[in-house]
């Protein structure tokens, strides 16, 4: 919300100097969330100009400019620069006249861009100042010619300050107003809670104009499908103007006003409801009265019918949309935009003026299926003071009459069907206890009168009835908050609290922590992305296999599907973290961030078994029933939390005595061992081909462990095509692990080793199998035949080439042998080997390399 200042201090008292920072840090006090400062940026000397003469002069390139001769002071007084009171001025357009009076910026001024003024020669002239256009002065988008002001309606002396006369020189405070504060949506609000924070005197600008009594209009209000029992239409206000000249100009000060409070100026009539929707905060809108078929009425839309709204789109009707309609059919979305059929043109002479209130929820749900936010929506949304809509109407009506030269008839109509503010209990001494301030209850009452309640003070505490702008008092507790608000946050105390003995992290929270730890200090840099994925980021992802929380058993690749998604494209939720950090590292990559190592601890989510409408849920205060819960927690989707990453460019740099390393499938694989190390597991890796990822360079994860091997994830390098797709290297490091399922698998304890006091022996052995037999494989075999003395085993080569046979390969490993309680031979180290050969031999038939 966009806050004029000099709008703002005709209803509550500013000091001489606020600024827009000021005002700002006044609100912040009573919980409004400063944004920014606007304004025109216009400084220097803009002076009200008349043309005196002008000689059209034909250029070589076609263009015709004017030669001006410009008055910009009073005869015999100097100009506002100091200098002649009339200046020479080349100007290109031509909708101008001698004798008119236009905006002259002189040497020295700034307009927006910024854009500096001074003499220069142009077009063989020594161009003194510029005329002005309203897109120029920053007023409108207007830029067919230069601003004259009697189409303003100004005839100002020679020299007047144009940036005073045209209010240039204000200034707008910009606030973020909350869901729950929408009466800020207004000035009225804002000049309310300025007066809230600095005691200031508020002036209540529905005092403006005093409402008047209506009739005969044929109204008629049928919500026949209420959304949860709530009326669509609570209030409907129906006046009538005629004899308006909609051609005449909006007036200066309200064209400043609304721009910058962020809204462009449009014509007379649309210009005063944006100005009474600010100033009030009730939304209104104007009907061409001739245009008009039949009485009005307020109704949900009919099956297959259409509304062609005010932008030009033609949009197709829902059962649940609350419609205004007339003998025609509808004629706008309520609470929305209206609909182009009445629409206020040039031509409106008489207009009906509507002001109402309509279902927060109702208008909420229409303007996201219609994907039609408006100023008005936003505000109804939020709630919208009911008691407004007559004052809103009337000064409408006194604006048209005023500016528009429009007569006010009693003709219209005026419903209503609202329930009366509820009445709060409040105890005495419930804020004391919930905030840990010692309110007193004169100190309670003052506050509570301030923001508009009624109250009593009875025996036990204070009856409340909140007032009809503050839809959102509902309960005891939402009072307490605007004493904590209005009486300062600066008064509740700080207490450190007292952590409770026994708790902490659970393990596999400790154990999330520990992964996440091990690979920063590593090197790696995690990252946090949107879990939100399209059609085609799940049709490539392999690792929603591992989606079961329970076992890592397979489950078929589903997602989540968004009713509502932020993005149209990206309507499923994730069933792998690899999509978006491929995604986030082609980005880094495209802005020259070409060497990376990321990765992403995060949720994914999968289908729950039972998926459908659970029903509506009690609001307010009401408590959902047991069942209803237990109904609503088995359509929760399943979450997992799982640990992906991506390596790419280059692992260390070219240096003196050394190359440069590419990234690849090695780094993925020792990632996976660094998670694994952390959650005390021995990661396990044997060839895999899974989807998405390269054919020949992936390897499957998994922990062995008494019930077999347990899956837990993938690591290798993307497929080469998915890569170029991505604009990313041809090699990419890629893993994603199930940290749930990892932290299933993993040991409860790890046990220590002991410090050794016997030295090791060591040897080697080559093996030659058949190239499709995994290195993996092998090397469990040479595990398990050499026994307990084999302390540590490593794969140190793979060769084929020259000496080994076709569609063979040989696998050398480093093997080293300990005893705990001698020092072992090399006899018995030799032994061990050959055991372990054997083995290999029997399942593989590999033999020693020759």
């Not at 400063?34 to 400084?43: K, N, R, S």
């Not at 015709?64 to 020479?88: L, S």
Request: glycine content about 10%; proline content about 6%.
């Amino acid at each position: 919300m966009r806050v004029p200042l000099n709008w703002l201090a005709e209803y509550v008292d500013l000091p001489g100097d606020a600024t827009p920072d000021s005002v700002m840090a006044e609100l912040v006090k009573v919980g409004l969330e400063e944004e920014g400062a606007h304004g025109y940026d216009v400084t220097g000397p803009v002076v009200v100009g008349k043309v005196l003469e002008f000689t059209p002069e034909e250029q070589s390139n076609g263009k015709t400019i004017r030669w001006c001769q410009v008055q910009v002071a009073p005869t015999g007084e100097k100009a506002a620069d100091g200098g002649e009171a009339v200046r020479g001025i080349v100007c290109g357009a031509g909708n101008f006249e001698v004798g008119d009076k236009v905006v002259v910026c002189l040497p020295g001024a700034v307009l927006p861009g910024p854009f500096p003024i001074a003499a220069r020669k142009t077009y063989g002239h020594i161009s003194d100042g510029m005329l002005a256009s309203g897109r120029e002065l920053g007023l409108s988008e207007d830029h067919g010619g230069i601003l004259r002001l009697a189409e303003l309606g100004l005839d100002p002396k020679v020299g007047t300050d144009a940036k005073e006369l045209l209010h240039l020189d204000d200034t707008a405070a910009e606030i973020n107003v909350t869901p729950d504060r929408g009466y800020c949506l207004s000035i009225r609000g804002v000049a309310r809670e300025y007066s809230h924070a600095t005691g200031s005197a508020f002036r209540d600008p529905a005092g403006n104009a005093e409402p008047q009594s209506t009739s005969g209009f044929p109204l008629l209000v049928n919500d026949q499908a209420p959304i949860r029992g709530r009326n669509g239409c609570t209030r409907f206000v129906l006046r009538q103007v005629t004899g308006i000249d909609a051609t005449r100009p909006t007036p200066p000060w309200m064209v400043s006003r609304l721009k910058l409070a962020g809204m462009r100026s449009i014509s007379l009539i649309v210009d005063i409801t944006n100005y009474v929707m600010l100033e009030l905060g009730q939304p209104t809108h104007a009907y061409d009265f001739d245009k008009l078929t039949g009485g009005m009425q307020v109704r949900r839309a009919t099956k297959g019918e259409t509304l062609k709204t005010l932008d030009g789109q033609v949009r197709k009707l829902h059962l649940e949309d609350l419609v205004i309609a007339d003998d025609s059919g509808a004629i706008g979305l309520a609470g929305v935009m209206g609909g182009e059929s009445t629409e206020v043109t040039d031509g409106t002479v008489n207009v009906l003026i509507e002001a109402a209130n309509f279902d927060p929820i109702s208008i909420a749900r229409s303007a996201r299926r219609h994907k039609l936010p408006s100023e008005a929506s936003k505000r109804f949304e939020r709630g919208v003071d009911h008691s407004m809509a007559k004052h809103a109407a009337a000064r409408v009506v006194q604006l048209l009459e005023v500016h528009g030269r429009g007569e006010a008839q009693w003709f219209g109509a005026d419903y209503r069907s609202y329930e009366p503010q509820p009445t709060i209990w409040l105890p005495e001494g419930f804020a004391t206890s919930m905030v840990g301030v010692p309110y007193e209850n004169y100190e309670i009452t003052q506050v509570l009168q301030a923001i508009g309640c009624v109250v009593a003070h009875v025996d036990g505490g204070f009856e409340v009835i909140p007032p009809t702008w503050r839809p959102d008092l509902t309960h005891k507790t939402d009072l307490v908050e605007e004493v904590a608000r209005i009486t300062g946050y600066d008064r509740i105390p700080t207490r450190l609290p007292v952590a409770p003995p026994g708790r902490g992290y659970t393990r596999a929270q400790q154990q999330r922590r520990k992964a996440a730890n091990a690979l920063a200090a590593a090197g790696v840099t995690e990252v946090l992305n949107y879990p939100f994925v399209t059609d085609a980021q799940l049709d490539w992802v392999a690792v929603a296999e591992l989606a079961s929380t329970q076992a890592g058993a397979s489950v078929p690749v589903a997602a989540v599907k968004l009713a509502n998604p932020l993005q149209g494209q990206a309507s499923n939720m994730r069933v792998s973290l690899l999509p978006a950090l491929v995604e986030a590292a082609a980005r880094n990559h495209s802005r020259g961030l070409t060497n990376l190592a990321i990765y992403e601890v995060g949720s994914v989510f999968h289908p729950a078994k039972t998926v459908g409408k659970t029903g509506d849920l009690p609001i307010g205060n009401e408590r959902p029933s047991v069942k209803a819960i237990a109904t609503l927690e088995t359509t929760i989707p399943a979450q997992p939390k799982h640990l992906a990453a991506v390596f790419l460019g280059d692992r260390n740099q070219q240096q003196v005595g050394t190359k440069t390393e590419a990234a690849g499938y090695q780094d993925a694989i020792q990632a996976a061992r660094i998670v694994g190390l952390a959650f005390g597991a021995q990661i396990e890796v044997r060839q895999a081909s899974p989807k998405g990822f390269h054919p020949g360079r992936t390897a499957e994860l998994f922990v062995r462990n008494a019930d077999g091997d347990q899956v837990i994830g993938y690591a290798g390098e993307l497929d080469p095509a998915l890569a170029a797709e991505n604009h990313l290297p041809r090699r990419v490091g890629a893993l994603e692990i199930n940290l749930d399922h990892l932290g299933q698998v993993a040991p409860e304890s790890v046990q220590a080793s002991a410090v050794h006091t016997h030295p090791a022996a060591t040897q080697d052995v080559s093996l030659v199998v058949a190239a499709d037999v995994p290195a993996a494989s092998v090397r469990a075999a040479l595990v398990e035949g050499a026994g307990a003395l084999l302390e540590h085993i490593q794969l140190t080569d793979d060769y084929r080439g020259t000496g080994i046979d076709a569609g063979h390969k040989s696998l050398t490993f480093a093997l080293r042998f300990r005893a705990t309680d001698r020092t072992l031979t090399q006899a018995e180290a030799s032994e061990a080997k050959e055991a372990g050969v054997a083995v290999a031999n029997e399942r593989f038939g590999a033999v020693i390399r020759g």
